[in-house]
């Protein structure tokens, strides 16, 4: 599977529609296998997306991202977990184990009911 982390100064960046740096992971057996750095050209939506789909991507993580590009990335199937925030190194250990969505790695003001729910749920299914 492989995963972009949308990428500024060693970060998720804040905005996916802006940032200009993913770092592309592919994740095997829990594991990070393979790991390279890909810059966006320009920041035109259509650019981005055709990237992640040339670069085979399953998962985006990333910070805020706009409704337009949400749907463009929806349509070809690309899964987002965003409005993330944090430290690459810490983000992409809480994705291997599983602990994302998290309050501690989520963008001020964005972990949703919906979020703290999901993340609930998901303690309740390793408890059992």
């Avoid at 190194?89 to 501690?104: F, N």
């Amino acid at each position: 599977m492989k995963v972009a982390l949308a990428v500024w100064n060693g970060r998720i960046s804040p905005v996916f529609d802006v940032s200009r740096q993913l770092q592309i992971m592919d994740v095997q057996d829990g594991r990070v296998v393979n790991r390279v750095t890909v810059h966006f050209a320009n920041d035109h939506p259509v650019h981005k997306v055709q990237r992640l789909l040339d670069m085979e991507v399953d998962i985006l993580l990333c910070g805020a991202v706009s409704r337009q590009m949400a749907a463009v990335l929806d349509s070809y199937g690309i899964r987002r977990h965003d409005f993330i925030a944090g430290d690459i190194r810490e983000v992409v250990d809480a994705y291997i184990r599983g602990a994302l969505p998290s309050a501690e790695m989520s963008m001020p003001g964005c972990f949703s009911r919906r979020n703290r729910r999901r993340a609930k749920n998901r303690k309740g299914k390793r408890q059992k």
